[in-house]
């Protein structure tokens, strides 16, 4: 298994087409089961630099029944990738293992993990200086940690909490 690397691209424009591609392909799966489904994360965010995963999120009432969606879910290539730390979404790679093409989440609809990752995706698409701001950082990270991409997420974390809260309070930097 290739260990994942960070690979910044130039935004592009098909992420959001492969986006609703991936969205119907879901629905035609699992769409009875889930509430709504969110393009999120960096390539759902116009002219953003990112790594070329497109993030979806999908909404459920109920995280417990998702072990029932890792049947139809993997008819399309989607992988559930079981992570025991995470107690409050599910989540299914497709693609290469190790670096993947799609991430799917799953997590409660209205939960604060759903509310939180549309507050920042919301916030940059409304403040592009902001954005740049985070993409000036995502490239610095990068350039420091491109053979270790935990680290790379878990340093972007203080600017996403400080983003979601700016967001929360109605703020606008």
């Not at 990112?50 to 290539?77: N, R, Y």
Request: one cysteine or more.
């Amino acid at each position: 298994m290739t260990k994942p690397t960070v690979n910044l691209v130039k935004y592009n424009p098909n992420w959001k087409l492969q986006f609703e591609y991936e969205k119907k392909r879901i629905n035609t799966m699992i769409g009875n089961k889930v509430v709504e489904i969110e393009h999120i994360g960096s390539t759902s965010i116009k002219g953003l630099d990112s790594k070329p995963i497109i993030d979806i999120m999908a909404g459920v009432q109920d995280l417990e029944k998702v072990a029932t969606f890792v049947p139809p879910l993997s008819k399309i290539e989607y992988e559930y990738v079981p992570k025991p730390e995470l107690t409050y979404r599910k989540f299914f790679r497709k693609g290469m293992q190790g670096q993947g093409t799609c991430h799917l989440h799953i997590c409660e609809f209205n939960s604060s993990e759903w509310n939180e990752k549309l507050l920042f995706r919301d916030y940059l698409r409304l403040h592009p200086n902001i954005a740049q701001a985070y993409v000036s950082l995502k490239k610095e990270l990068a350039a420091n940690y491109k053979f270790d991409r935990p680290t790379y997420t878990m340093k972007k974390e203080p600017f996403i909490k400080t983003i979601i809260e700016k967001a929360k309070k109605g703020d606008s930097l």
